[in-house]
């Protein structure tokens, strides 16, 4: 796993670029059935992948950010909010 972080002192942004090595899961074709995807293993089933930011410095962001959804555009997320 790889992280860069990109600032410019002509922007308020701050960009992390984050690279994850290879998950292994076993990809599945077809339907499947609720009883099939019970008994499927960890490694078979899809993964979630969660990074975790601890900002420093009294860093405020008013329980807002902005993720990148899929690489098709930044969507606006706000903390513990559902």
């Known amino acids: 796993m790889s992280i860069s972080v990109n600032l410019n002192k002509f922007s308020e942004l701050v960009t992390f670029d984050t690279v ?47 993720v990148d959804a899929n690489g098709l555009f930044m969507h606006q997320k706000e903390l513990w909010k559902r």
């Open 20 to 66: 994850i090595n290879q998950i292994p899961i076993l990809i599945s074709h077809g339907e499947r059935t609720k009883q099939e995807f019970a008994q499927e293993t960890k490694e078979q089933k899809g993964k979630d992948v969660m990074i975790n930011w601890d900002f420093q410095d009294s860093f405020d962001t008013d329980n807002k950010l902005w």
